[in-house]
């Protein structure tokens, strides 16, 4: 086959040119060798380029992406490169499943707030958090000896 240009790799595979330097650049594609100083491709960086751009499409990072091509034994076929970099994924996704979720109940129960200030979401946030243990000794400390700059009013503007 008749090596490629930038650009013809590039249309092949739906990236820009530069993202193909770049990933040059950081190692993860090979540098091209050159004709008349311009790179010139086989079908090997296609193939490359494309394993590439659907392990990013997926959520792998470039990191990742360098472990899947770099990070096994020459000898480790593609199967056993994915299956252990596709399981640490799931891992990481379904710890995000969990924190989204975490976030969805906050934000559902948020919809019913009856609070006239912040400072009252705080606390009913911080009676949660503690368990409902009773009031905090430092909180109780601090409510005593609230220390004020020069000039400041108390709470709400009052004196």
Known sequence: MTPLTISEVARE???APSTIRYYEQIGILAPPQRASGQRRYDTAAI???AVLQRARQIGFTLAEIRQLFFGFRNAAPASERWK?????KLAELDEQMERIK????????LQNCTCSALEH??????EKV???KGKSKLIER????TPR?????????AP
């Open 121 to 126: 979401c705080g606390k009913q946030m911080l």
């Open 102 to 109: 975490t976030m969805q109940n906050v934000l559902q129960r």
């Open 84 to 88: 252990k970099l596709s399981r640490l």
């Open 149 to 157: 700059a020069p000039g400041m009013r108390g709470e709400h503007g």
């Open 13 to 15: 595979v739906g990236l």
């Open 130 to 132: 503690r368990g409902g």
């Open 47 to 49: 193939y490359r380029l």
């Open 142 to 145: 601090t409510k005593t000896k």
